[in-house]
């Protein structure tokens, strides 16, 4: 760190983790803000972030775990892939839906998505849960690399269970394992380093009693005919939320229960037992959070987190005010 605590290149990340590398979230959401950041960092302070991917998904029949609204527009698709290319960062799309029948493969949106996707295997893959559409891809795209779902190990029933991850790291280029998974240093240790992917900041608590209920009634909603019947389902998420156990909301707090969250330390036992790719989420967050979320992780914590974080709100508020007025 410069005697200013300016920091500049591989200083300005964080130093409990210097290798850990990061699929973050955003994609037709909040990419205009990844995209900030990246430019920042670069021109602020010469340092290249360690994201390896982005993942997300428009509102597609194949997207699943969170309820997606935003719309598919080509050329800036194609725009935003060129922008993510240059800095070396592929995009896996949420392609979760455990509800996929035969008939949804032909989904025009998801087709578009793997083409473009197609043309970069190096960078780019799927993150899957259906082994019917996953199947699908291989026949395709037999080079687009494919990640299993933390959606696909909670529905398999695979949350602690050393055997049924060794098989994912068979099938799949890599496998997301299991939040509740996430703070188990026995098990963890036993996985493989380059297979594994570790969420850092769920929300949800260990043993949450709404994961499987929240996953059904995403993937409802984003398979519904019909606005009245996502209109439908939405009432029974926002239930599934008034009864949800997550510390974040506040009537939970008194509770005392620990999210999944990582601790710093707990990140940094995990980063020394070799581990290296890690997940964020937050692409359904308010962009405050989002943005914080991707600083306090990838960033040295004392003096580069609180100046860009300070520097990203300014530029949110100004980016919300145009879209509102």
């Known amino acids: 760190m410069a005697e200013n605590g300016f920091a500049v290149g591989v200083e300005a990340l964080h130093p409990d983790w210097p290798e850990a590398r990061f699929n973050i979230p955003g994609m037709f959401v909040y990419h205009p803000i990844v995209m900030q950041l990246v430019g920042l960092m670069e021109a602020g302070f010469s340092c290249r972030l ?167 009634a995403y993937a409802r909603w984003q398979t519904a005919p019909s606005v009245v019947e996502q209109q439908i389902v939405q009432q029974g998420i926002n239930q599934i939320a008034s009864t949800c156990h997550s510390p974040f909301h506040m009537n939970r707090m008194g509770e005392r229960q620990r999210s999944c969250n990582l601790s710093r330390g707990e990140m940094k036992t995990i980063h020394g037992m070799g581990f290296r790719h890690f997940k964020i989420q937050g692409r359904a967050d308010d962009p405050y959070t989002f943005t914080y979320d991707l600083v306090r992780f990838m960033m040295e914590p004392d003096f580069v987190v609180p100046l860009v974080y300070k520097s990203l709100c300014r530029w949110l508020e100004k980016v919300l005010v145009k879209t509102t007025t």
């Open 50 to 216: 360690p994201i390896e991917a982005i993942h997300g998904a428009p509102a597609v029949r194949w997207n699943a775990g969170r309820a997606m609204r935003a719309g598919y527009n080509p050329a800036e698709f194609k725009g935003v892939l060129e922008f993510l290319y240059s800095k070396n960062i592929g995009y896996f799309p949420t392609f979760t839906n455990h509800l996929i029948e035969p008939s949804d493969l032909g989904d025009p949106v998801g087709n578009s998505i793997l083409e473009h996707l197609g043309q970069r295997p190096d960078l780019n893959g799927v993150i899957v849960n259906s082994d019917l559409l996953s199947k699908y891809i291989a026949e395709k795209y037999p080079k687009l690399r494919q990640v299993a779902s933390i959606i696909k190990v909670t529905f398999d029933e695979g949350r602690g269970r050393v055997d049924y991850y060794r098989e994912l790291g068979e099938r799949f280029y890599r496998y997301m394992v299991h939040p509740d998974d996430c703070r188990d240093m026995l098990l963890l240790e036993q996985l493989d380093r380059e297979k594994a992917e570790i969420i850092v900041n769920e929300n949800c608590v260990a043993d949450c009693p709404s994961r499987v209920k929240h996953y059904e």
